[in-house]
């Protein structure tokens, strides 16, 4: 058994509180302007962005630190066609058969239906992996410790960078995502998390006129 080794937190640097207000306006201003965008424009961005934006996903806090995620980038435009059917597939099972009144209701205000053509025109789509467990090379398995929470830190970290880049994103969670592991040849122990797509909106984007809740609504102090 290895015992716990510590370093100096020299990455670790304090501001002073006047700056700490104004950084932590500036990051809600900035992040206030991120939307979920639907529709994407057939451009290209450079890999080497999304690189570093998994770089910053990959430093998320997580159980044990055994990062229990894999993502998967794909921009080839075969794959990118076999998700969309089969992920169209289960959409129009969903919003035809599945889905309960009052959850398409809930929907309605974003105007969502079985067509996900952004599949195939966004540059990237980022399909994420929760490990449940890890297999060593002797196949024996290692658990896992809270890992949907882990992977749902990573991602949140995954779309802040990629708002900060300039890049728009949609989470796409199509029900059940199981395909994906076939199409993308990942093994039993991941399961799909969700789909994050990024890219460049079209021009013109509409999204949903939708509020978040003020302040008061989403939080107490004691
Ligand atoms: N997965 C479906 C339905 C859907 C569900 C929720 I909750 C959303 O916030 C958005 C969509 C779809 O992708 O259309």
Redesign the pocket.
């Given at each position: 058994m290895s015992e716990a080794k510590f370093v100096l937190h020299t990455d670790y640097q304090e501001v002073p509180v006047a700056e700490m207000q104004q950084r932590a306006a500036e990051f809600y201003t900035t992040m206030r302007r991120r939307r979920t965008v639907r529709d994407y424009a057939r451009r290209d961005v450079p890999r080497e962005v999304i690189e570093q934006c998994l770089l910053a996903a990959g430093t998320a806090p997580n159980g044990a630190n055994l990062q229990p995620w894999h993502f998967v980038v794909v921009s080839d435009p075969a794959i990118k066609k076999q998700i969309r059917e089969a992920a169209e597939e289960e959409?129009r099972d969903?919003?035809e058969r599945r889905a309960p009144q009052e959850?398409l209701a809930?929907?309605e205000p974003?105007g969502?239906?079985?067509r996900?053509p952004f599949l195939e025109t966004a540059p990237f789509l980022i399909a994420i992996f929760a490990q449940s467990y890890s297999v060593n090379a002797d196949g024996t398995h290692v658990k896992n410790y809270y890992v949907q929470e882990s992977v749902g830190i990573a991602t949140g970290f995954l779309i802040a960078a990629c708002h900060l880049a300039g890049l728009a994103t949609l989470t796409?969670?199509?029900?059940p995502m199981g395909f994906l592991n076939e199409i993308l040849g990942r093994p039993k122990n991941e399961r799909p998390y969700l789909i994050l797509v990024a890219g460049y909106p079209v021009e013109n984007v509409q999204v949903p006129a939708i509020t978040k809740k003020p302040l008061e609504q989403i939080t107490t102090f004691l």
């Open positions: 959409e969903f919003y959850w809930a929907l974003l969502t239906d079985w996900k796409h969670t199509p029900s």
